[in-house]
């Protein structure tokens, strides 16, 4: 097996620098494929209850929550697994899943192994104006945007699922 070759880099936190706004939430890229040879990603994620994605499932990586606030309901197959502020999370690839927050907002580390599906989350953002939460969109994106980013997760090799 061939050894990855990590590159040291200075410590990260959320900045405006690092950071995005993707829907009605903030992410904060802490580490990329292009930081870790492609072995992982590290996101901070300050979520808002409402926005959260279909069920589906990653045929390419793993994902991974750590909660840091907040509470969670995460669907993985049929189980239901509630988390709390300082529980851990493994999604692994080609299992059914989705979440729903409980509180109205919730900070996560998610942990994408290996990379590369972050670049999705950084396509389909804008730039941060705050490391805060943004405004609630006021209109839903156009039929295109959502069709170019069903299109986007295909291509990243991810699967929706009928509603369940």
């Known amino acids: 097996m061939q050894q990855t070759q990590l590159q040291p880099f200075a410590s990260q936190k959320p900045t405006i620098e690092n950071s995005i706004h993707y829907l009605a939430h903030t992410f904060s890229f802490l580490a990329t494929g292009k930081d870790t040879g492609g072995a992982f990603s590290l996101i901070h994620c300050y979520f808002r209850k409402g926005f959260t994605p279909p069920p589906h499932y990653h045929t390419l990586e793993d994902e991974s929550f750590y ?12 189980k239901k697994i509630k988390v709390h502020a300082g529980e ?5 690839r080609n299992i059914p899943h989705h979440f729903e927050l409980v509180t109205d907002t919730a900070k996560a580390l998610m942990f994408i192994t290996p990379s590369g599906f972050e670049v999705f989350f950084q396509e389909f953002g804008r730039p941060a104006e705050t490391i805060d939460l943004p405004p609630i969109p006021s209109t839903n994106p156009r039929k295109e945007m959502f069709e170019a980013m069903h299109n986007r997760m295909i291509e990243l090799g991810n699967v929706f699922m009928p509603e369940v």
């Open 67 to 78: 909660l840091l606030e907040g509470e969670i309901d995460f669907y993985l197959a049929d």
């Open 88 to 92: 851990f999370v493994v999604l692994p």
